[in-house]
């Protein structure tokens, strides 16, 4: 009979843990959560049961396999009704068993008195970590020329350039060609029809000035033989 009530005060105690509200929140090392790189957690616990209840070891899981994510030891937290406490702490970050997307939950173990029990959020949030065996690129250096780095899978992409423009750095850009050049598909290039075309221009200026100059010469010349005579 007593061991029926001590399980019976265990449930009850259980039930009451699950409305101790409790919430995480990441931030990875520059933003990029990459398997090995490190990332650090924020575990807000709010004790909204009318009894005072101590907080222990704080862990992060995946539901789907119950994978261990993340976990925090430290002293425990005494939580009075009504209060709360926000844990920091750090970890490298872990890959997913498959894919590249967890979806966890954050836990707690809380006791009051000589129970104990494990309270978990109730809903899942997702982590998405680039595994190191999937990882292609760091940097668009990192790929082909005609490619460039995605930040978010770390994997080289193709270029898709538009009508005019060429590929520089790993980049569409519009070309800045010299006036010799033409602008083709993959840059500037030399254009030899357009240099005879300009040289042949120049050449008739040339040719027309020293025409005009010979011209205005011999009419000059003209009018000084009719003064004289």
Not at 2 to 17: E, H, I, P
Not at 34 to 56: D, L, P, Q, R, Y
Not at 135 to 163: A, G, M, V
């Amino acid at each position: 009979m007593k061991r029926l009530f001590v399980l019976f005060f265990v449930l009850l105690l259980a039930a009451a843990f699950v409305h101790a509200g409790i919430d995480a929140s990441f931030v990875c090392d520059n933003n990029n959560c990459v398997e090995g790189a490190s990332m650090n957690w924020s575990v807000s616990i709010f004790n909204n049961i009318n009894k005072s209840i101590v907080v222990g070891q704080i862990y992060i899981v995946d539901v789907n396999t119950n994978q261990l994510i993340a976990l925090h030891n430290s002293e425990e937290v005494l939580l009075a009704p009504q209060e709360s406490h926000v844990f920091s702490f750090s970890n490298l970050v872990s890959a997913p068993i498959s894919g590249y997307t967890f979806s966890f939950r954050p836990c707690f173990n809380a006791s009051l008195g000589d129970v104990s029990s494990v309270v978990c959020k109730s809903s899942a949030k997702t982590l998405t970590v680039v595994p190191l065996s999937k990882i292609e690129c760091f940097s668009s250096s990192d790929c082909d020329s005609n490619e460039f780095c995605l930040s978010d899978t770390k994997k080289c992409k193709p270029l898709s350039c538009k009508d005019g423009e060429v590929i520089v750095g790993h980049e569409c850009v519009l070309p800045v060609c010299a006036w010799y050049q033409s602008v083709v598909s993959d840059g500037c290039v030399f254009n030899p029809l357009l240099v005879i075309s300009v040289l042949l221009i120049v050449v008739g200026v040339v040719l027309f000035v020293i025409a005009s100059k010979i011209r205005v010469k011999k009419v000059k010349n003209k009018k000084g033989s009719k003064k004289r005579n």
